[in-house]
């Protein structure tokens, strides 16, 4: 049963996530407990999540191209609907409904618990141990040492997101953000220093989520073939320098012609893919707006293969938001004010959202290090190379990356400018 709490001294919670993406690189054994998740079958909500959580990914994409429009986009949709989903289990009343409603649900056709049920099977799904691809996401919750957990809550974010808990005293502020940044380098393997900054003093809960992610390419590009000074059209007066990758493969591709753009998958060596989808020249926001979870699931009946004369710029790109207004703007709005409603989480009064930020990293090279396998030398004949399209992405392209079980959207964005890190 939910009730309204009063309100006393405000006390804040901080959502962060982070995203990590390391791509092209060797397989490396994936540490950690070896968990039986339920096979999917056994849950129908993780086939309808698979769309709910692509068309938040794309509603949310929307918003970020009005906040920065013409840069860079890149961010992990499926991290921050599995972190708002987690949060949502100590929320009650409209907190909680404003939640889940923004992320996509109809609480009438899906009771929560199948909801929480459903990115329970899903982070187990991500986090199950693959070969030669490494895939973990997870939770750290950061709660002051004074405040009073209910243990139901505790043991719901433990058992559905996998969620480690630490006693945090925030009274220290710089203490209690180097404990934070501590634990995020770790996980991140020293990639993501210094992650928080900012901590107010009457900061008592933070929430940090991240993936992390690093595959090889099923058909790993020859080095050899890179192109150090080629030239990619930022905007119809700005062209950069980028490295150019150069293969010719067989690729899953199509042209749409109702969205005016072609699309490219590129295989992981195992259970992943990426989605390059390159717009005709001034068609890019026609394509942004007409994105959905049936756009997808059409490219993946459409797609076929053949041999592409294909060329993908190496670079690397980052992106840090500050997701609070956006969210504000999308419907979560109880959850920041003082009317904050989460008495499932804790015996305090008083207990809303003051933060929420995410951060994205993502590296596109050729095959990551020397270990990697030579690619395989294949003959053609000069017929298979005339033919062969040519797909060159040397404009502002999208980019998606999926988990192949779950099709997860992983990360999705816009390269604009592939020398702007």
Request: hydrophobic content about 40%.
């Amino acid at each position: 049963m939910c009730y309204n709490l009063p309100s006393k001294m405000p006390l804040f919670l901080c959502l962060v996530l982070l995203v990590l993406g390391l791509h092209c690189a060797p397989p490396n054994s994936t540490e950690g407990k070896v968990t039986t998740c339920h096979s999917p079958q056994q849950n129908a909500t993780l086939y309808k999540m698979s769309s709910i959580n692509a068309d938040f990914a794309f509603n949310l994409y929307r918003r970020f191209t009005v906040e920065t429009p013409d840069q860079n986009i890149f961010f992990s949709p499926v991290s921050i609907s599995a972190a708002l989903a987690m949060l949502s289990i100590g929320a009650c009343s409209s907190t909680q409904t404003q939640i889940l409603e923004s992320l996509g649900f109809n609480l009438t056709d899906t009771p929560t618990t199948e909801i929480q049920q459903g990115f329970q099977h899903l982070i187990c799904s991500l986090n199950f141990p693959k070969k030669e691809l490494e895939l973990q996401m997870g939770n750290f919750l950061f709660i002051g040492k004074q405040l009073k957990l209910l243990p139901k809550f505790l043991d719901d974010v433990k058992r559905l997101y996998e969620t480690e808990v630490f006693s945090t005293n925030f009274s220290n502020v710089s203490a209690a953000q180097q404990e934070i940044n501590s634990h995020v380098e770790k996980q991140t393997k020293g990639k993501v220093v210094g992650l928080i900054q900012d901590l107010k003093p009457n900061t008592i809960m933070v929430l940090v989520n991240y993936i992390h992610f690093k595959a090889q390419w099923a058909n790993p590009f020859d080095p050899s073939k890179t192109e150090e000074g080629s030239s990619f059209s930022v905007d119809k007066t700005t062209t950069v320098q980028v490295p150019m990758m150069h293969q010719m493969e067989q690729y899953y591709h199509l042209v749409d012609a109702d969205l005016n753009c072609t699309v490219l998958q590129m295989d992981y060596s195992k259970n992943a893919l990426a989605l390059f989808v390159l717009p005709k020249e001034g068609q890019m926001e026609w394509v942004e707006g007409a994105m959905s979870s049936k756009t997808l699931k059409k490219w993946n009946r459409l797609l076929q293969k053949g041999w592409i004369n294909l060329f993908v710029p190496k670079f690397s790109i980052s992106a840090t938001y500050d997701l609070g207004a956006i969210l504000l703007k999308m419907g979560i709005q109880d959850a920041f004010a003082d009317n904050a409603n989460f008495p499932g989480l804790t015996e305090d009064n008083g207990l809303k959202l003051s933060k929420a930020a995410h951060k994205a990293v993502l590296h596109i090279g050729e095959k990551g290090t020397e270990a990697v396998a030579a690619p395989e030398v294949r003959f053609l004949d000069q017929a298979e190379i005339t033919l062969s399209p040519i797909i060159q992405l040397d404009r502002s392209f999208l980019l998606l990356i999926l988990e192949k079980s779950t099709r997860s959207i992983l990360f999705l964005g816009k390269v604009v400018d592939p020398m702007k890190v």
